[in-house]
Structure formats: structure tokens, C-alpha cells
């Protein structure tokens, strides 16, 4: 009928408008810019105005079908607050003349659908014109009332597509909001409603049932009170159920139940919608009959949730949620508990039925919040003559004691491979956290674990929930904090689906940020609370920790990846690794020693292992000598080779036939080869020097090293050797007797480590002491650098390499 308007202009508006519950400034703005073009009363003799403002609504509208109207109401509810008391209300007019014109438009559309051209233009046009007025009906039904016998003949819409379907659910939604206002309506009109509701209910399929139920719901129970006509209703779907579980029972195998499976199902369903909103168990319905509806019904859906057709269960399972909705308290019942608690925490249980109870604890949240918040609106009304939070809390500590009996099996939901069940379990937690009814410190390492998933929007909603923590209760972050990190491990061990690839603590992205970013940015704030952090997770690296490889590794990254800001934070960490490593290196050193076989014949053997000590200790004397040239240094270094080459022979011979302690060092060690690495690229990332580390005193002033980190870019974070040790699964394959030399020549490389682990000062022309050389020798041996026996023939330039290179030169470098 009409152009339509520009793409451009709605395309700007659905930005502009998703900005309305942003900072106060901006949504200050939104709601001005709106008021100007929408809701500012338009001259009645300018039709031309009226029907522009008309399309932009609905094309907006319609830009924002798969996305939730929200903000709609949001900005409505904004503008009519803002001016409740005032006298002059000009939203409230634009309201009213936008609510009359978009239903002459609706007439205007439907007069043309007769028109085969444009049927798909003016069919999609009628159903964002009817969501349109749905939504100003949620905010303000009042103004759809003398309306309402206008929308009634919709309902009698053909159904052949989906636009004609979401025509008939608009209108039952707004007949459900309208009808209640009505003074007077006419017999004739809800005689009418209900016949047209209940065709609808027996014909289609699930979104209309639910939607029309509930519109029955409201025009019965608070208007016609028309009691018989549903109860016969409900009793055509429980009868049909009762009598197919009767079916069931004498004859499992029977072919009847496969023959009748469309009616089971939609019995199974529509049983649920009346029962969610309809209480069968009052007089009005079953007059003065002693059984309990609401049992008798949770008998019948429960026999069929152990069916052995999923899909059978699944409307089972929607079905009970339904009734659990008018009556919570069947959740408490005990094969409640165990059916929702065995789904729920069952690793091979369907993911659909997972989901299904999620969403069903979901609704019952929902629908328990916008029950309150009427209530609240009911008692506000009269709040100064009765006791508001006594009425609140009755029900809210229905909804607290339900949520306590699952709680514990919705955040274990989190640990699931499909991103459906854990996008479920996060709404339940939020809507729980938000109502108030749990203890929020439980749910906080959850919540940081969740903060690490692979979808943006769920994380923003896990980090969300924790700001919003932090705010009221300050200090459950910091202590739930390493807690969370471990559990953020498992998070990531459950989503991870290639299991031989290790589990990684950054993004594979440019920016390799650290999964646990967040909580370390909400963490960083107060010293006291981020030195404990750090020092818990370096913690994890001691040799008594026992804490498996590959969570090192997670944590490594993150420690590697964190968004430090100032000089303090990884000197921190770089002053408390060079204390862990002097701590669990002799302990490592000791266990390994101690396991060496130590008979008469073999014990002079290691004598040539106790000359290299002392040829590598020689290197302390030549401080005293004048200091030799660098060419001449390398050469003496390369000449050794054949004595290390000697020493791992002299310890072959020492290892002991059972290679358990050999597999346990390698193990153990991979927490110190990762803080190595980890004070090798936090050297390498922020351009430190030896001597800036070895300084640094964690007593001093914080002002001291408060300067910004100057980040250097193209350096990451790549500890081959542990991505090695987890890539072969060392720790459970067989020791050959090349993996038992590598494990040697580690084991040197660390004696030798631990002999020179503090630097000496570098002495006045600029040379390395001997005891350094010594010192990083070893650890670019360790860290899979260029030593002869390590791989020398490997080319590939590691990101590991290039660390490695810097690694004991900063000094020299910083000169």
C-alpha cells in the first residue's frame, strides 16, 4: 500500500534503540531521540506524518524479531514514568493516536492480502503492526480496550504460514492482557472467544496451545468463570492419557501406543498448559470429588517420563513443568527430586532432556518474578495500610527452598561439552542470583568458570553476574577467586573436544588475552587481594601441590596472558618463581638422587659426575682471572660437550630397573620447566633486565614500580617442552632408552640450574660471570634451547627460542 521507509533509517533506530538501558547519559538521549520521533502527538490532519511515524515503528519492530523486543518496552515504560505526574502527558496521547492508527493500518492489510503481488509484503506488514500493538498492550492495555472486539475475528485466521501463526498468537496475547479490562463485555463476544480459543487448542501445535490456553486462562478465571467448558477440555486429554498408560502397563510392546503417538504427545502437553493454568483441584471444577487432581495428574506424567521413546519423555518432562508452575510444591515431591537431579547431574543423559529441565526450572523462575512484581504493583497501591515484605517473602521462600533442593546439579550443568545446556544452566543461575534466593559466594567459581566460554554472550553474562556480586559484597571474588581458576580447568577440559590436543588458558586470537582476564582486572584493583591471588596460583607449582601437568599449563598461560598494567605485578610474580624453584628444585634434585641405585661398584661411577660439579663450580674462579674473551668462552663451552656427554653415561648406569621414579621426575618437573618459561616471557614481554628482577623487593613502596609496562609485541607465550610431555602422554607410555637419556640430560641441566640459580653482578666491562653463563646454559638447555644433545639439528624458530635467546643477555642487551 505504502512505500516502504528507507532501510537506512530503521537500521540506525535498532541501534540507537538496543542502546536504551545503557550509561545514564545515552539513555537520556535514546529516550529524547524516541520521544521526538515516536511518541510526540502527531495533528490529526496530518495523516501523511502519522503513517511515516507508523512504518518506522513496525519496520523497527520487525528488525527485531529474532532479537527480543525488550528495549520496546523498556522505552516505553521510560517515557510514560517520566511524566506520571505530570498534568500535560503528551507520550500518552502519541500512545493512544499510535494504538488507533495501527489498527485502521491492520484493516488497511488485511483488505489487501486479497492481492496475490503483494501478499508477502502485506502479510509480513500485518504481523509486525499486530507484535506492535501486543507490545504497547504488555505496557498499557488500557489503550487496546475499545479495541478488542476488533482483534477478536483474527483468531479465526487460516493457518497455512508462519506469519498467519504468529497473527493468531499476537492477538491471543492481547486478548488475554484486554479482555479482563473490558466493562461489560457482551455474552456473545466471550462465548465467542472461548469457542475460537478451544478450535485453537484442539487443531494446532504447540506455540498456539500454549499461547491460547493461556489467554483461556485469563478469560475464564477472571471474567466468564465459564468452569465446565474447560473442565470437560482437560478431561477429553486426561482421559486419553489415562487409558493409554493403562494400555502401556498390560502390554509394553503393543503396537497401540506407536499408532496413537501424535495424541500421546499433545495429551501429554495440553494436560500441562491447563493444568499450569487452570487448579483443577478447586470446587468450581470438580464439585465435591475427593481426589486430588493435582497428584493424580503428576502420577500419570511421571509413569510416561520413563518411557522408552524420548520424545514421549521430553513432553512428559514440559508437561510436569507446566503443572509445577501453579503448584511448586510437587517439586519437592521425592521422584521429583531424583528425576530432575538424575537428568540433570547424568553424563549420558539425552542433552535434550537436560534442557528441558533447565528451561522448565527457567519458567517456573520467570513466571515467579512477574508474579511478584504484580503483586508488588497490587500492594504498593495500598502499601501504607498493610505489610508489603510479609506477603513477598511466603512465596519467595517457596522459590529460594526449590532452587537449594538443585541448585548444586544446575552449576554442575556448566561442565558440558554442548553450549545448549550450559546456556541454560546460566540463565537459571542468573534469574536465581538476581531474585535473591541463594547465597551468591557459592555460585562465584561457576560463574568465573563460566566467564571463560567460547561464546562472547555468555560470557559477558557469567561477568555480568560477578560485577553485580562484587558490588554488594566485596571481597567473594578474591575469595573464591583460585577456587574458580580451577574450576575454569574443568570448564574448559568439558568443552575441549579434541581430548590429545592440552587444554590452553588464552584465546586463539590476536590478542592471546588470558581466558580469566576478567577476574583478574576485577582482582588487580587492591594490592593485598591480587598478591594473595598470585601467590595461590604459584602455589599450585610446589612439588607438594601435586596439581596435575596440564592444569600447570592452563594456569601458566593465564599468568602469561593476564592484562598487567604496571611494573609491580609481573615482577611480583618473576621475585616469588625465583623462590618456588630454589624450594622445589632441591626437593626435585634430592628425590631423584635418592632413587639412584647405590652398590659398591656403581657407586664410584658417578665420580666423573662429581668431577663436572666441580669442573662447573671452576667457573666461579674464574672471576678472579682476567676476564676472557667471549669467542674463547664459547669455545670452552662447546669443549664440554663430551663431558656432559660422560655425565649422563655415569647416571645411566646409576638409574634403577623400575623407571617409576624417572617418569615421576619428568612429571614433577614440568611445574618448574612452566615457571621458567613463564619468568623467561614475562622478562622477554616487558623488556626487564636481570638486575631490575633482582632488585626488586615486594616490601618496597608500591609508588616504586607503579610505571606502566611497556609491552612488547610478537612475543608469546610457547612452553614446547611441557606441550611435548602431555602431546606423548609420557607419563603413561613405555620409557625407551632415548626418553630415559632426555630425562637425564634434564636432570643435569637442572643440578647445574640449582648450582647457579642467583646471578652474580655482571662485572665492569659488560661480560657475563662464568657462574651466569653456567646459569643460563642451563636454562636454555632446559627450555629447549641450542644445546648438542637437544635436538641440535632442530631449525624450527620456536617462540620458545626467541625467549630463550633473551635469556641471560638482558643485562648485557640493557648496556
Given at each position: 500500500?505504502?512505500?516502504?521507509?528507507?532501510?537506512?533509517?530503521?537500521?540506525?533506530?535498532?541501534?540507537?534503540?538496543?542502546?536504551?538501558?545503557?550509561?545514564?547519559?545515552?539513555?537520556?538521549?535514546?529516550?529524547?531521540?524516541?520521544?521526538?520521533?515516536w511518541?510526540?502527538?502527531?495533528p490529526?490532519?496530518?495523516?501523511?506524518?502519522?503513517?511515516?511515524?507508523?512504518?518506522?515503528?513496525t519496520?523497527?519492530?520487525?528488525?527485531?524479531?529474532?532479537?527480543?523486543?525488550?528495549?520496546?518496552?523498556?522505552?516505553?515504560?521510560?517515557?510514560?514514568?517520566?511524566?506520571?505526574?505530570?498534568?500535560?502527558?503528551?507520550v500518552?496521547?502519541a500512545?493512544?493516536?499510535?494504538?488507533?492508527?495501527?489498527?485502521?493500518?491492520?484493516?488497511?492489510?488485511?483488505?489487501?492480502?486479497?492481492?496475490?503481488?503483494?501478499?508477502?509484503?502485506?502479510?509480513?506488514?500485518?504481523?509486525?503492526?499486530?507484535?506492535?500493538?501486543?507490545?504497547?498492550?504488555?505496557?498499557?492495555?488500557?489503550?487496546?480496550?475499545?479495541?478488542?472486539?476488533?482483534?477478536?475475528?483474527?483468531?479465526?485466521?487460516?493457518?497455512?504460514?508462519?506469519?498467519?501463526?504468529?497473527?493468531?498468537?499476537?492477538?491471543?496475547?492481547?486478548?488475554?492482557?484486554?479482555?479482563?479490562?473490558?466493562e461489560?463485555?457482551?455474552?456473545?463476544?466471550?462465548?465467542?472467544?472461548?469457542?475460537?480459543?478451544?478450535?485453537?487448542?484442539?487443531?494446532?501445535?504447540?506455540?498456539v496451545?500454549?499461547?491460547?490456553?493461556?489467554?483461556?486462562?485469563?478469560?475464564?478465571?477472571?471474567?466468564t468463570?465459564?468452569?465446565?467448558?474447560?473442565?470437560?477440555?482437560?478431561?477429553?486429554?486426561?482421559?486419553?492419557?489415562?487409558?493409554?498408560?493403562?494400555?502401556?502397563?498390560?502390554?509394553?510392546?503393543?503396537?497401540?501406543?506407536?499408532?496413537?503417538?501424535?495424541?500421546?504427545?499433545?495429551?501429554?502437553?495440553?494436560?500441562?498448559?491447563?493444568?499450569?493454568?487452570?487448579?483443577?483441584?478447586?470446587?468450581?471444577?470438580?464439585?465435591?470429588?475427593?481426589?486430588?487432581?493435582?497428584?493424580?495428574?503428576?502420577?500419570?506424567?511421571?509413569?510416561?517420563?520413563?518411557?522408552?521413546?524420548?520424545?514421549v519423555?521430553?513432553?512428559?518432562?514440559?508437561?510436569?513443568g507446566?503443572?509445577?508452575?501453579?503448584?511448586?510444591?510437587?517439586m519437592?515431591?521425592?521422584?521429583?527430586?531424583?528425576?530432575?537431579?538424575?537428568?540433570?547431574?547424568?553424563?549420558?543423559?539425552?542433552?535434550?532432556?537436560?534442557?528441558?529441565?533447565?528451561?522448565?526450572?527457567?519458567?517456573?523462575?520467570?513466571?515467579?518474578?512477574?508474579?511478584m512484581?504484580?503483586?508488588?504493583?497490587?500492594?504498593?497501591?495500598?502499601?501504607?495500610?498493610?505489610?508489603?515484605?510479609?506477603?513477598?517473602?511466603?512465596?519467595?521462600?517457596m522459590?529460594?527452598?526449590?532452587?537449594?533442593?538443585?541448585?548444586?546439579?544446575?552449576?554442575?550443568?556448566?561442565?558440558?561439552?554442548?553450549?545448549?545446556?550450559?546456556?541454560?544452566?546460566?540463565?537459571?543461575?542468573?534469574?536465581?542470583?538476581?531474585?535473591?534466593?541463594?547465597?551468591?559466594?557459592?555460585?562465584?567459581?561457576?560463574?568465573?568458570?563460566?566467564?571463560t566460554?567460547?561464546?562472547?554472550?555468555?560470557?559477558?553474562?557469567?561477568?555480568?553476574?560477578?560485577?553485580?556480586?562484587?558490588?554488594?559484597?566485596?571481597?567473594?571474588?578474591?575469595?573464591?577467586?583460585?577456587?574458580?581458576?580451577?574450576?575454569s580447568?574443568q570448564?574448559?577440559?568439558?568443552?575441549?573436544?579434541?581430548?590429545?590436543?592440552?587444554?590452553?588458558?588464552?584465546?586463539?586470537?590476536?590478542s592471546?588475552?588470558?581466558?580469566?582476564?576478567?577476574?583478574?582486572?576485577?582482582?588487580?584493583?587492591?594490592?593485598?587481594?591480587?598478591?594473595?591471588?598470585?601467590?595461590?596460583?604459584?602455589?599450585?607449582?610446589?612439588?607438594?601441590?601435586?596439581?596435575?601437568?596440564?592444569?600447570?599449563?592452563?594456569?601458566a598461560?593465564?599468568?602469561?596472558?593476564?592484562?598487567?598494567?604496571?611494573?609491580?605485578?609481573p615482577l611480583?610474580?618473576?621475585?616469588?618463581?625465583?623462590?618456588?624453584?630454589?624450594?622445589?628444585?632441591?626437593?626435585?634434585?634430592?628425590?631423584?638422587?635418592?632413587?639412584?641405585?647405590?652398590?659398591?661398584?656403581?657407586?664410584r661411577?658417578?665420580?666423573?659426575?662429581?668431577?663436572?660439579?666441580?669442573?662447573?663450580?671452576?667457573?666461579?674462579?674464574?672471576?678472579?682471572?682476567?676476564?676472557?674473551?667471549?669467542?674463547?668462552?664459547?669455545?670452552?663451552?662447546s669443549?664440554?660437550?663430551?663431558?656432559?656427554?660422560?655425565?649422563?653415561?655415569?647416571?645411566?648406569k646409576?638409574?634403577?630397573?623400575?623407571?617409576?621414579?624417572l617418569?615421576?621426575?619428568?612429571?614433577?618437573?614440568?611445574?618448574?620447566?612452566?615457571?621458567?618459561?613463564?619468568?623467561?616471557h614475562?622478562?622477554n614481554?616487558?623488556?626487564?633486565?636481570?638486575?631490575?628482577?633482582?632488585?626488586?623487593?615486594?616490601?618496597?613502596?608500591?609508588?616504586?614500580?607503579?610505571?606502566?609496562i611497556?609491552?612488547?609485541?610478537?612475543?608469546?607465550?610457547?612452553?614446547?617442552?611441557?606441550?611435548?610431555?602431555?602431546?606423548?602422554?609420557?607419563?603413561?607410555s613405555?620409557?625407551?632408552?632415548?626418553?630415559?637419556?632426555?630425562?637425564?640430560?634434564?636432570?643435569?641441566?637442572?643440578?647445574?640450574?640449582?648450582?647457579?640459580?642467583d646471578?652474580?653482578?655482571?662485572?665492569?666491562?659488560?661480560e657475563?660471570?662464568?657462574?651466569?653463563?653456567?646459569?643460563?646454559?642451563?636454562?636454555?638447555?632446559?627450555?629447549?634451547?641450542?644445546?648438542?644433545?637437544?635436538?641440535?639439528?632442530?631449525?624450527?624458530?620456536?617462540?620458545?627460542?626467541?625467549?630463550?635467546?633473551?635469556?641471560?643477555?638482558?643485562?648485557?642487551?640493557?648496556?
Amino acid at each position: 500500500i505504502e512505500q516502504p521507509t528507507f532501510p537506512k533509517i530503521t537500521e540506525m533506530c535498532v541501534k540507537m534503540i538496543r542502546r536504551v538501558n545503557d550509561e545514564e547519559g545515552i539513555k537520556k538521549l535514546v529516550n529524547e531521540t524516541f520521544q521526538k520521533l515516536w511518541f510526540t502527538p502527531t495533528p490529526h490532519n496530518d495523516k501523511e506524518a502519522m503513517t511515516r511515524k507508523i512504518l518506522n515503528i513496525t519496520d523497527v519492530v520487525a528488525a527485531c524479531r529474532d532479537t527480543g523486543y525488550d528495549w520496546f518496552e523498556q522505552l516505553l515504560q521510560n517515557l510514560l514514568k517520566s511524566e506520571e505526574d505530570a498534568s500535560y502527558k503528551p507520550v500518552k496521547k502519541a500512545c493512544t493516536q499510535l494504538v488507533d492508527n495501527l489498527v485502521e493500518h491492520i484493516l488497511k492489510y488485511e483488505e489487501s492480502l486479497s492481492d496475490a503481488d503483494n501478499k508477502g509484503v502485506n502479510s509480513g506488514r500485518l504481523v509486525a503492526c499486530i507484535t506492535t500493538l501486543f507490545l504497547f498492550s504488555k505496557i498499557r492495555p488500557q489503550l487496546m480496550v475499545k479495541h478488542a472486539m476488533t482483534m477478536q475475528p483474527y483468531l479465526t485466521t487460516k493457518c497455512s504460514t508462519q506469519n498467519d501463526f504468529m497473527v493468531i498468537c499476537n492477538v491471543a496475547k492481547i486478548l488475554e492482557l484486554v479482555v479482563p479490562l473490558m466493562e461489560h463485555p457482551s455474552e456473545t463476544f466471550l462465548a465467542t472467544i472461548e469457542e475460537d480459543l478451544m478450535k485453537l487448542i484442539i487443531k494446532y501445535g504447540m506455540t498456539v496451545v500454549q499461547h491460547c490456553v493461556s489467554c483461556l486462562g485469563a478469560v475464564v478465571n477472571k471474567v466468564t468463570q465459564n468452569y465446565k467448558f474447560v473442565w470437560a477440555c482437560f478431561n477429553r486429554y486426561y482421559g486419553a492419557l489415562s487409558k493409554l498408560k493403562s494400555q502401556h502397563q498390560e502390554d509394553p510392546n503393543s503396537t497401540i501406543l506407536t499408532a496413537n503417538k501424535p495424541a500421546l504427545l499433545r495429551s501429554l502437553f495440553t494436560v500441562g498448559a491447563l493444568c499450569r493454568h487452570f487448579d483443577f483441584d478447586q470446587e468450581d471444577f470438580k464439585g465435591n470429588s475427593k481426589v486430588n487432581i493435582k497428584d493424580k495428574v503428576l502420577e500419570l506424567l511421571m509413569y510416561f517420563t520413563k518411557h522408552s521413546d524420548e520424545e514421549v519423555q521430553t513432553k512428559a518432562i514440559i508437561g510436569l513443568g507446566f503443572a509445577f508452575i501453579q503448584h511448586p510444591s510437587l517439586m519437592f515431591e521425592q521422584e521429583v527430586k531424583t528425576l530432575y537431579n538424575s537428568i540433570l547431574s547424568d553424563k549420558n543423559c539425552s542433552v535434550n532432556l537436560k534442557i528441558q529441565v533447565l528451561k522448565n526450572l527457567q519458567t517456573y523462575l520467570q513466571e515467579e518474578d512477574t508474579r511478584m512484581q504484580q503483586a508488588d504493583r497490587d500492594w504498593k497501591k495500598v502499601a501504607k495500610q498493610e505489610d508489603l515484605k510479609e506477603m513477598g517473602d511466603i512465596s519467595s521462600g517457596m522459590s529460594s527452598s526449590i532452587m537449594q533442593l538443585y541448585l548444586k546439579q544446575v552449576l554442575e550443568a556448566f561442565f558440558h561439552t554442548q553450549s545448549s545446556v550450559r546456556h541454560f544452566a546460566l540463565n537459571v543461575i542468573a534469574l536465581t542470583l538476581n531474585q535473591g534466593l541463594i547465597h551468591p559466594v557459592q555460585c562465584v567459581p561457576y560463574l568465573i568458570a563460566m566467564g571463560t566460554d567460547p561464546e562472547p554472550s555468555m560470557r559477558n553474562k557469567a561477568d555480568q553476574q560477578l560485577v553485580e556480586i562484587d558490588k554488594k559484597y566485596a571481597g567473594f571474588i578474591h575469595m573464591k577467586a583460585v577456587a574458580g581458576m580451577k574450576m575454569s580447568y574443568q570448564v574448559q577440559q568439558a568443552i575441549n573436544t579434541c581430548p590429545k590436543d592440552p587444554v590452553r588458558g588464552f584465546r586463539h586470537d590476536e590478542s592471546s588475552s588470558a581466558l580469566c582476564s576478567h577476574l583478574y582486572s576485577m582482582i588487580r584493583g587492591n594490592r593485598q587481594h591480587r598478591r594473595a591471588f598470585l601467590i595461590s596460583l604459584l602455589n599450585l607449582f610446589d612439588d607438594t601441590a601435586k596439581t596435575e601437568v596440564n592444569m600447570l599449563l592452563y594456569i601458566a598461560d593465564n599468568l602469561a596472558c593476564f592484562p598487567y598494567q604496571t611494573q609491580e605485578e609481573p615482577l611480583f610474580i618473576m621475585h616469588h618463581i625465583d623462590i618456588t624453584l630454589s624450594v622445589s628444585g632441591s626437593n626435585l634434585l634430592q628425590s631423584f638422587k635418592e632413587s639412584m641405585v647405590k652398590d659398591k661398584k656403581k657407586e664410584r661411577k658417578p665420580s666423573s659426575d662429581e668431577e663436572t660439579e666441580s669442573d662447573s663450580n671452576s667457573g666461579s674462579e674464574s672471576e678472579e682471572e682476567p676476564s676472557k674473551p667471549r669467542r674463547l668462552r664459547k669455545r670452552v663451552d662447546s669443549d664440554s660437550d663430551s663431558d656432559e656427554e660422560n655425565d649422563i653415561n655415569a647416571v645411566m648406569k646409576c638409574l634403577p630397573e623400575n623407571s617409576a621414579p624417572l617418569i615421576e621426575f619428568a612429571n614433577v618437573s614440568q611445574g618448574i620447566l612452566l615457571l621458567l618459561m613463564l619468568k623467561q616471557h614475562l622478562k622477554n614481554l616487558c623488556g626487564f633486565s636481570d638486575s631490575k628482577i633482582q632488585k626488586y623487593s615486594p616490601s618496597e613502596s608500591a609508588k616504586v614500580y607503579d610505571k606502566a609496562i611497556n609491552r612488547k609485541t610478537g612475543v608469546h607465550f610457547h612452553p614446547k617442552q611441557t606441550l611435548d610431555f602431555l602431546r606423548s602422554d609420557m607419563a603413561n607410555s613405555k620409557i625407551t632408552e632415548e626418553v630415559k637419556r632426555s630425562i637425564v640430560k634434564q636432570y643435569l641441566d637442572f643440578k647445574l640450574l640449582m648450582e647457579h640459580l642467583d646471578p652474580d653482578e655482571e662485572e665492569e666491562d659488560g661480560e657475563v660471570s662464568a657462574s651466569t653463563n653456567a646459569r643460563n646454559k642451563a636454562i636454555t638447555s632446559l627450555l629447549g634451547g641450542g644445546s648438542p644433545k637437544n635436538n641440535a639439528a632442530e631449525t624450527e624458530d620456536d617462540e620458545s627460542d626467541g625467549e630463550d635467546r633473551g635469556g641471560g643477555t638482558s643485562g648485557v642487551r640493557r648496556r
